[in-house]
């Protein structure tokens, strides 16, 4: 048993102070620091908060490697790297590119998924396809070359890695007819993105079994008084909603707004590059180069290509620019993606039985402890 004591402990309805969240590999209780069992060993929060794990359901890379380098290397210190940043479980994601690489991309993390639930990483909760099967016109850096039509055979072949498949309805012909076939036969989330469908084909996609949205606002038809787009479909579904949160993807006066009208459907996400967490410079994404400068990063020709963003700044950046209470912004980056991938029974909250994903930060979200399933996998 160990026992977590002067910390400001976040749950998924309200923040409590002066107790000590107990914990194994599950979280057993929370009690009065002056009832914690004889015995355990206690960990000092020194007066920080003590959170759930965060879950990232959108990240291409970091450390300057790219789930689509389909090496396991690139996806152990993917993994690692993130723990630094409180993300105790993440969906590496892929992109348009060449099948082959994709394929490849899929099987390296299906054959590391189950070790990744012990090692010194963030734990491989499944991943996210995002493409090939997307419009054009809104492709944002994903390579044109590569697009292909919805393809429900491959999504079923590889349903026991992906968990979420980013897709264009309007692309997908004959009355949604791959799109039904994946919510038919699968668990597998299909997220509408990279779209140019009309608010009426949106709402179609929806009622066909569309779940989720990727990256609200970008790279898809906006909100419009009489061209409604797919914005403001998402906002008028019941579908879950990614948000990139480093206050440039979408600017930072939507976060209230979005907050009142998603609740617990809201997730953050980071769409975070192999360029995160390294200095500004060049890279590669994709096969292709971006620039790094400032909080973004861009192709060549300017497009916005992704983020560097970290999880928990983005935590921390909605809740300084909002009026969301910080439990609720926790939750948009733990139980809210838990819930969105349906692993929400042992993810995403502090809960008794739930698997001991903790994070203990300081008074503004730098994480200086990361704990997977009770063992401390991280120490600042």
């Known amino acids: 048993m160990k026992a977590i004591v002067n910390g400001k402990i976040i749950l998924k309805d309200r923040i409590m102070e002066n107790s000590a969240l107990l914990f194994s590999d599950v979280i057993e209780g929370i009690v009065p620091e002056d009832k914690i069992p004889e015995g355990a060993v206690v960990i000092d929060a020194k007066g920080g908060f003590v959170s759930p794990g965060l879950i990232d359901l959108h990240i291409h890379g970091y450390l300057g490697k790219d789930v689509c380098d389909g090496e396991e290397e690139s996806i152990r210190v993917i993994s690692e790297g993130l723990l630094k ?8 994601t892929t992109m348009t590119v060449d099948m082959k690489v994709i394929r490849k991309a899929l099987e390296i993390c299906r054959g590391l998924k189950e070790e990744s639930k012990t090692w010194n990483g ?12 997307i419009s054009e016109s809104k492709k944002g850096a994903q390579d044109a070359r590569y697009i292909l039509k919805p393809d429900a055979a491959f999504v079923k072949e590889y349903a026991d890695i992906i968990k979420t498949i980013t897709l264009a309805p309007e692309t997908d012909e004959n009355d949604f007819a791959a799109i039904r076939e994946i919510c038919r036969d699968t668990d597998v989330v299909v997220s509408i993105g990279h779209t140019s469908a009309d608010y009426d084909t949106a709402m179609a996609g929806f009622n066909a079994g569309v779940r989720h949205v990727t ?5 898809m038809t906006p909100l419009a008084h009489r061209a409604p787009g797919v914005v ?17 993807h ?9 907050w009142k009208l998603k609740g ?7 769409d975070c590059l192999p360029a995160g967490g390294l200095p500004y410079g060049e890279y590669t994404l994709g096969g292709a180069k971006i620039i790094y ?3 973004v990063c861009r192709l060549e020709d300017g497009t916005v290509a992704g983020s560097v963003l970290h999880l928990n700044r983005g935590v921390w950046n909605v809740y300084k620019n909002s009026n969301i209470p910080l439990y609720e912004c926790v939750n948009c980056a733990s139980l809210n993606p838990a819930t969105t991938i349906g692993v929400n029974d042992r993810k995403g909250s502090l809960e008794i039985g739930k698997d001991a994903d903790i994070i203990i930060t300081d008074c503004e979200f730098e994480v200086k402890k990361t704990i997977i399933k009770g063992e401390t996998k991280y120490e600042a």
């Open 85 to 92: 940043n409180g993300v105790t479980g993440y969906l590496p």
């Open 122 to 133: 963030s734990e491989i909760l499944g991943c996210h396809a995002e493409g090939p099967f």
């Open 215 to 219: 990256h609200l606002f970008n790279a």
């Open 232 to 248: 403001t479909a998402a906002l008028n579904s019941d579908a879950s909603v990614e948000l990139i949160v480093d206050t440039f």
């Open 250 to 258: 979408v600017d930072k006066c939507f976060y209230d707004l979005l």
């Open 264 to 270: 617990r459907k809201l997730c953050f996400i980071t």
């Open 293 to 295: 400068r400032d909080i």
